[in-house]
């Protein structure tokens, strides 16, 4: 998996995503305007194409606080205490909030707990299932199949549970993602259980839940039901070009569902390194 292949899915799927997952009205309807409260985009990716100080412009161009996350663990620049370290050190001089989005269950391990607790947030989804018979699969890219959208479902929820009640992460990113071939059936298959079962877990754990730009996830329903829970929720673009801060989705579900600051999440403080 690389983060190309995830860039070229993310663009696919804005189309896909955008005509399954909400209402076809929203394409005739005026922007909703960004709201009154204080707006961060969390999901923020620096690459060749978006600099840490672009990434600080955009941000103060469209007056939304920017968190940038990267991602710990095989594959990854971030392997091991040193390089987390390097990372935190890098951005700590930059007005953002320093987050971190592990790929593979169970990453945690190869850091040092002390070290963690730096990082403003940690934001993780449930898109790289473990295999039946080992190893890992990504379950975004465009190619995805699914043989059996029930057994699908069944393995899916299982993770989610998982990652919700064992991983120590602050925001379940892109929450009711669904692979391509089924995601025509997002009604039908995020049924009252699943959607109260994400939500119940969340809540116990005090997770926040991404709004989801590029994939225009969860629904109106999620995020009103997610509400009413009393969860806390986060913007996120998922970007690594121009736009970051750049927000359509999430203020549409901010007006919809008549979110406030309250409903907002807010990075706990964080602890200082040791050594400065
Ligand atoms: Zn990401």
Same mark, same amino acid.
């Given at each position: 998996m690389n983060t190309c292949s995830r860039r070229n899915f993310v663009h696919t799927s804005l189309v896909a995503g955008a005509a399954l997952a909400t209402p076809k009205s929203l394409f005739g309807t005026t922007a909703a305007p960004k709201p009154s409260f204080p707006v961060a985009d969390y999901h923020v990716h620096l690459s060749p194409t978006l600099s840490i100080e672009q990434a600080v412009a955009l941000g103060k161009e469209r007056g939304v606080q920017i968190g940038i996350l990267e991602h710990p663990g095989p594959?990854? =620049?971030? @392997? *091991?205490d040193a390089d987390l370290k390097k990372y935190i050190d890098g951005l700590r001089p930059y007005p953002v909030r320093i987050g971190l989005q592990p790929v593979? +269950?169970? !990453?945690? =391990?190869?850091?040092?707990r002390n070290l963690l607790d730096e990082l403003d947030y940690v934001l993780m989804d449930a898109l790289t299932m473990p295999r039946p018979d080992g190893g890992w699969v990504a379950? !975004? $890219? &465009?190619d995805t199949m699914v043989d059996d959208e029930e057994e699908f479902m069944g393995r899916y929820m299982k993770f989610i549970e998982q990652i919700l009640t /064992?991983? $120590? &992460? *602050?925001v379940f990113g892109w929450p009711t993602f669904l692979p391509v071939p089924i995601a025509r059936q997002y009604k039908r298959l995020w049924t009252h259980e699943r959607v109260d079962r994400i939500i119940e877990l969340a809540r116990a754990r005090t997770i926040a839940i991404e709004i989801n730009e590029v994939a225009h996830l969860p629904d109106e329903d999620f995020v009103s039901a997610a509400k009413r829970a009393g969860l806390k929720f986060t913007f996120g673009t998922d970007s690594r070009n121009q736009n970051a801060a750049h927000f359509y989705y999430c203020y549409q579900m901010a007006q919809k569902c008549g979110l /406030? @600051? +309250?409903d907002m999440f807010v990075p706990k403080a964080r602890k200082q390194s040791a050594g400065s």
């Open positions: 594959g990854y =620049k971030i @392997q *091991d593979y +269950a169970g !990453w945690s =391990k190869s850091f040092s379950i !975004w $890219p &465009i /064992t991983e $120590p &992460i *602050d /406030t @600051q +309250a």
